[in-house]
């Protein structure tokens, strides 16, 4: 299979734009880990109990608890 001209530039830009967008998100990660903590954070914790119910063809249904502090 040939490959034009035309077909490796697109390639090769669309490679770049992925490329560059992965290194944009991982500055802003790493902006992100390194700002100034507050004194105070909430908490939340995330639990779910599963139930097996045949609703609708589907076997489980998830019941979300989301306590927070």
């Known amino acids: 299979m040939k490959n034009s001209t035309k077909t490796i ?3 090769q830009k669309f ?3 992925v490329l560059t967008e992965i290194t944009d998100r ?3 990660i790493k902006a992100w880990l390194n700002r100034p903590l507050e004194k105070f954070f909430c908490i939340e ?3 779910a109990m599963h139930y097996k119910v045949k609703v609708n063809g ?3 249904i998830a019941l979300y608890n ?3 502090i």
């Open 9 to 11: 530039e697109n390639r």
């Open 15 to 17: 490679l770049w734009e």
């Open 26 to 28: 991982i500055s802003h």
């Open 45 to 47: 914790w995330l639990d």
């Open 58 to 60: 589907k076997n489980h």
């Open 66 to 68: 989301i306590p927070g």
